[in-house]
């Protein structure tokens, strides 16, 4: 390492005119500081002991894209759906339809079946 922190590799090979006179030497010092830079941001990115846990899931079938949408949901409202009140809900039910859940054929009978309420017209009643 340089007095100004750069951190070298250095390589020298001796010329010699015969078998012990050294005539010469050929020195390369080469700059690593950028590379070990760079390696140290490359082992930090795959050190898979400090990331988080991945919980991404790449589901095979619509039916289960659903369920994981549901339970997203009411897992991020934070309280179970028996103690989930009218207005909390309606409000899952609105971002169940920004995200465009009720495209699906089905889907408001499950999301009825979700959010125990009776029927797929109390979704439709919290859609309006």
């Not at 050294?22 to 930090?44: A, W």
């Amino acid at each position: 390492m340089t007095q100004d922190g750069i951190i070298l590799k250095a390589s020298t090979v001796y010329i010699r005119k015969f078998k012990d006179e050294i005539i010469g030497s050929l020195c390369i010092n080469y700059n690593r500081t950028t590379l070990i830079i760079h390696l140290e941001q490359i082992t930090t990115f795959n050190n898979s002991d400090n990331q988080e846990e991945n919980t991404e899931f790449f589901p095979t079938d619509v039916i289960k894209i659903l369920d994981t949408i549901f339970n997203q949901l009411i897992t991020a409202k934070g309280i179970s759906v028996e103690d989930m009140k009218k207005k909390d809900k309606m409000e899952i039910v609105g971002l169940l339809d920004i995200k465009d859940a009720f495209l699906i054929k089905g889907s408001t009978d499950k999301a009825a079946l979700a959010l125990g309420v009776s029927t797929r017209y109390t979704i439709y009643n919290y859609l309006e």
